[in-house]
């Protein structure tokens, strides 16, 4: 469930500076403060996605050290695990 937490935030973060900004706009008869809220809310929102993941991959990466186990990567068409085996 923390995930659906973690996507609203981010939902939140791209709309509502955007939505505020429309509403500004028919408040001061502008037309621009809009458009720059949603570019805004996307920038914000997409640092965001990207801060997540890094702070998961460093939280698996920590796992991985701290357990002082070793992990079986997935082999992907292409990949070289250099075994040779099949």
């Known amino acids: 469930m923390e995930w659906v937490s973690q996507i609203t935030t981010v939902v939140a973060e791209m709309v509502l500076p955007g939505l505020a900004g429309q509403w500004l706009?028919?408040?001061?008869?502008?037309?621009?403060?809009?458009?720059?809220?949603?570019?805004?809310?996307?920038?914000?929102?997409?640092?965001?996605?990207?801060?997540?993941?890094?702070?998961?991959?460093?939280?698996?990466?920590?796992?991985?050290?701290?357990?002082?186990?070793?992990?079986?990567?997935?082999?992907t068409p292409g990949s070289s695990t250099g075994a040779g085996t099949e």
Do not use: P, Y
């Not at 890094?54 to 992990?71: L, Q, W």
């Open 25 to 75: 706009d028919q408040r001061w008869g502008t037309e621009f403060i809009g458009l720059l809220g949603f570019a805004l809310g996307l920038t914000v929102g997409i640092w965001h996605l990207l801060a997540m993941t890094r702070a998961r991959n460093a939280g698996s990466s920590k796992e991985r050290i701290e357990s002082g186990g070793t992990t079986k990567q997935r082999e």
